[in-house]
């Protein structure tokens, strides 16, 4: 089941002296899609927060393939390319809006702790995130 692209009008502010996005944005806009993707799941960060459960960054990757700059607005595409209870891994393809250029390819990948910074397993706490995580998930189709 795709996810609804996430779209993000540049900001000025997010542009470097050339007139480009610096570079760093990109991982901010793909935070920005993950949280979307996550809330179209129906388990939004909050949601997870209010339950006592942590998902942070265990890495990030991004390829740049071409410019964007300010008023552009980008597409951002999210894949749960892989889900294991514990862990799951995302991709990103950003492309413009309007042309449909890719701008930037991404992965990012995330674990569940409880506050303590224990690592937990959804199968196990929350059987109902597990499903909706295994529905999602490329790895288990």
């Not at 701008?103 to 597990?130: A, N, Q």
Request: hydrophobic fraction near 35%.
């Amino acid at each position: 089941m795709p996810f609804v692209p996430y779209r993000h009008k540049v900001q000025y502010y997010e542009t470097d002296t050339m007139k480009i996005v610096h570079h760093s944005n990109y991982v901010r806009w793909m935070e920005e899609a993950r949280v979307d993707m996550l809330e179209q799941m129906g388990i939004g960060y909050d949601v997870m927060e209010k339950a006592g459960i942590l998902s942070p960054v265990l890495s990030v990757k991004c390829e740049y393939k071409s410019m964007t700059r300010f008023p552009d607005t980008v597409e951002i595409c999210v894949r749960l390319v892989r889900y294991t209870c514990v862990k799951f891994e995302l991709s990103y393809r950003i492309c413009d809006a309007k042309t449909g250029e890719l701008r930037t390819l991404g992965e990012s990948s995330h674990c569940f702790i409880d506050e303590s910074g224990k690592p937990i397993s959804l199968r196990r706490k929350f059987p109902e995130w597990d499903k909706t995580f295994l529905s999602f998930a490329e790895n288990e189709k």
